[in-house]
């Protein structure tokens, strides 16, 4: 009987409140991959010492800043200034 009332006051004493668990990470990776630009895959044909042909897979952006690197390179070549 003693057992029983000793049981009873630890379970009186233990707090009740039961606090929400914190949202799973998953909430905000949607938003995350929303934000990734998709991969754009062409094959790369600058290499001449080979017949076989690359495959490069960049996002829109790098495509545009590679282009652009080979304007000026171009540029360069021919003397422009």
Known sequence: ?????????ILAQAPTAVQPAPPPPAATAPAVKAAKEKKICRFDDTDTS??????????????????AGRNA???????AR
């Open 1 to 9: 009987m003693s057992l029983m009332i000793v049981a009873a006051a």
């Open 50 to 67: 080979t017949r076989l042909r690359k495959k490069v897979c960049l996002t829109q952006t790098e495509w545009d800043r590679r282009q």
């Open 73 to 79: 390179d171009d540029l360069k070549t021919l003397g």
